[in-house]
């Protein structure tokens, strides 16, 4: 059976000491995928952002707060482990400069300056050298292209297409792709009927193979 590291939920990046930026995950596609691994018989391991979710038990979970400590700890997570399955919805931005105070109100417009976060799949995805990785992509539109865009740069295996209606839904629908372009399997229902079929593809193709 396999390790598998899963990443959940959303991250936040503070402003100043009360306010941040972040979305809308639940991070309840994240618990349903550890589930569904745990129901194989996987080891798992999940790096979390806040989240009101109960993750099953039986996986080991390590909470995290913003992109950067996410990146950490999965990229020490992912030293142990056979693969990495990237549900986390982190923050692609963050302030320039966090202010140590909270933000007054002057009547006047608020200019942020916002730089780019490092990308948890991409990075660990660089450096998996014979471990698999499965992205997803999230998208407005375009969503087969962007998501085979992401698979090719992202260095995944696999890239689970889906699209903004899966926020803090409990139901989701799903293209499953792999690097050739075909789609693999299509799945839609509740999260947890969606992960049981993302992770038979993931035993067939990725677990089964090695």
């Known amino acids: 059976m396999a390790r ?3 990443t959940s939920g959303p991250t936040r990046q503070y402003l100043d000491p009360v306010r941040y930026l972040t979305n809308a995950s639940s991070g309840l596609m994240g618990k349903s995928l550890a589930e569904a691994a745990l129901a194989l018989g996987h080891e798992v391991v999940l790096v979390s952002g806040p989240v009101e979710v109960q993750y099953p038990a039986a996986a080991t979970v390590l909470s995290v707060v913003s992109t950067e400590e996410m990146l950490e700890c999965a990229q020490q997570q992912f030293e142990e482990c056979d693969g990495l399955i990237g549900a986390a919805a982190p923050c692609d931005y963050r302030p320039l400069h966090v ?3 909270k933000i007054a109100k002057t009547g006047e417009p608020l200019m942020l300056r916002l730089i780019e976060t490092d990308d948890v799949v991409a ?12 992205g997803f992509a999230l998208e407005t539109e375009d969503h087969r292209l962007r998501a085979l865009a992401k698979l090719e740069r992202k260095c ?4 689970v297409s889906n699209g903004v209606e899966a926020m803090r839904s409990l139901e989701n ?8 372009g075909t789609i693999l399997e299509q799945a839609a229902g509740s999260k947890a009927v969606v992960a049981e079929k993302i992770l038979e593809v993931v035993q067939r193709v990725l677990i089964d193979r090695c």
């Open 123 to 134: 990075t660990l995805g660089a450096r998996k050298g014979g471990r698999w990785v499965v």
């Open 173 to 180: 629908q799903v293209e499953i792709l792999n690097p050739a």
């Open 4 to 6: 598998i590291l899963i």
């Open 156 to 159: 995944c295996d696999l890239m």
């Open 99 to 101: 202010e140590q105070s």
